[in-house]
T-cell receptor, first 113, second 111 residues
Framework: SAVISQKPSRDICQRGTSLTIQCQVD?????MFWYRQQPGQSLTLIAT?????????ESGFVIDKFPISRPNLTFSTLTVSNMSPEDSSIYLC??????????FGPGTRLTVL | EDQVTQSPEALRLQEGESSSLNCSYT??????LFWYRQDPGKGPEFLFT???AGEEKEKERLKATLTKKESFLHITAPKPEDSATYLC????????????FGKGTRLHILP
């Protein structure tokens, strides 16, 4: 398994601002992902973070709104840009080591006022 | 359409009262089924992977089983600390990276 940490664990932001969430893994992972989980809902995949190249976004998510970086095999960032209250959610990163099992970080709880 | 459906949505049990959670899927060419536990305010914690019909995995009071159409998470003599949301997920057939999650079962064990 992999131990995944995220910073910050929570934040309260004003609308129109941006927040960058960091995800650090304690070992090299083959793939990294970013999810959003709204209250009482299941997980929705935002994008696959690709090392050294542009992320692969799911339908409904765009790079201008959720720019992602992955400079190496153990680190990734997700930025939530020009935030609105609808962006209030828990943001989770995950990674795979081998196979398809994903290991998750503790999440970042974002509240936008 | 690939889909994962979990039932029931919520379940309240008395401590020691065994039960089962269901996860049915319509993904063709199953390449694994995953069970996770998620506590409030935390990320999902990986529990099990099942790959083929008839396979079973156990961890403490939990046992996961798999058929060709569904998986069950059996909880034997649960304790209040087993209270959590249990999620199942499967990989998509035509995507090496993406897994889809069910909506989860919220389990509450009363002392």
């Amino acid at each position: 398994s992999a131990v995944i940490s995220q910073k910050p664990s929570r934040d309260i932001c004003q609308r129109g601002t941006s927040l960058t969430i960091q995800c650090q893994v304690d070992s090299q992972v083959t793939m990294m992902f970013w999810y959003r989980q709204q209250p009482g809902q299941s997980l929705t995949l935002i994008a696959t973070a690709n090392q050294g190249s542009e992320a692969t976004y799911e339908s409904g998510f765009v790079i201008d709104k959720f720019p992602i970086s992955r400079p190496n095999l153990t680190f990734s960032t997700l930025t939530v840009s020009n935030m609105s209250p609808e962006d209030s959610s828990i943001y989770l990163c995950s990674g795979t080591i081998s196979g398809n099992e994903q290991f998750f970080g503790p999440g970042t709880r974002l509240t936008v006022l | 359409e690939d889909q994962v459906t979990q039932s029931p949505e919520a379940l309240r049990l008395q401590e020691g009262e065994s039960s089962s959670l269901n996860c049915s899927y319509t993904v063709s060419g199953l390449r694994g089924l995953f069970w996770y536990r998620q506590d409030p305010g935390k990320g999902p914690e990986f529990l099990f992977t099942l790959y083929s019909a008839g396979e079973e995995k156990e961890k403490e009071r939990l046992k996961a089983t798999l058929t060709k159409k569904e998986s069950f998470l059996h909880i034997t003599a649960p304790k209040p600390e087993d209270s959590a949301t249990y999620l199942c997920a499967v990989p998509l057939m035509n995507r090496d990276d993406k897994i889809i999650f069910g909506k989860g079962t919220r389990l509450h064990i009363l002392p």
